[in-house]
């Protein structure tokens, strides 16, 4: 089992910027891919980025690539994504999860989900 807990999200207005993390836990998740998804309201969950713990390779959605980074800290077991130049069409609850196969921007993939965080963007 692999539990995963996200923090740092918030109210922001637009333009701004937020720093969420992950924290992983439990079985060892060194083989796996950290992906970071979102859900606004009506709307269905989508893919906003990913990355590796080994090696680090690094992935994103059209929508956020340039403005997002997603990054890891393995001594910490922890993947962070910092969002800068927030929109308001950003606005949804962040989940955090863990993929050991599949599709890398397929939410099916992913084994593991954490419970989420909110991030608000006013315009």
């Known amino acids: 089992q692999v539990q995963l807990a996200e923090s740092g999200g918030g109210l922001v207005q637009a333009g701004g910027s937020l720093r969420l993390s992950c924290a992983a836990s439990?079985?060892?998740?060194?083989?796996?891919?950290m992906g970071w998804f979102r859900q606004a309201p009506g709307k269905e969950r989508e893919f906003a980025a990913a990355?590796?713990?080994?090696?680090?390779?690094?992935y994103y959605a059209d929508s956020v690539k340039g403005r997002f980074t997603i990054s890891r800290d393995n001594a910490k077991n922890t993947v962070y994504l910092q969002m800068n130049s927030l929109k308001p069409e950003d606005t949804a609850v962040y989940h955090c999860a863990s993929a050991s196969r599949g599709s890398i921007y397929a939410s099916g993939s992913y084994d593991y989900w954490g419970q989420g965080t909110q991030v608000t963007v006013s315009s």
């Open positions: 990355i590796r713990w080994s090696g680090g390779s690094t």
């Open positions: 439990g079985r060892t998740v060194s083989d796996h891919v």
